[in-house]
């Protein structure tokens, strides 16, 4: 029911967060605000995505208003690369 966001790696340039859980409502405004306070500091964000089980349409929403140039989605599975797609993210 909820989304675990776990950060296993940071370095000056970037930082690598590892997704669990469900990316829904309250969870993808608290996933959108911890992405936004490193890209702050000028780090590119690795999301490892291979845990997520389920995303609903606020988290679509917040994953494609992300900038692509400094997001990288990784093993994202299908489900969620398809919405991604759908909802506007190349």
């Given amino acids: 029911m909820m989304l675990k966001i776990t950060t296993i790696q940071e370095s000056r340039r970037d930082v690598l967060i590892k997704l669990e859980g ?3 409502d309250q969870w993808a405004t608290l996933l959108d605000g911890e992405c936004r306070s490193y890209l702050r500091q000028e780090k590119a964000v690795h999301l490892d995505c ?8 606020r988290g679509v929403e917040v994953l494609n208003n992300l900038p692509q140039t400094q ?3 990784m093993s994202a599975p299908g489900f969620i690369t398809e919405l991604l797609q759908i909802g506007g993210r190349s």
Avoid at 51 to 57: G, R, S, T
């Fill in 71 to 73: 997001v990288n989605l």
């Fill in 50 to 57: 291979s845990h997520v089980d389920f995303i609903d349409a």
């Fill in 22 to 24: 469900k990316i829904t």
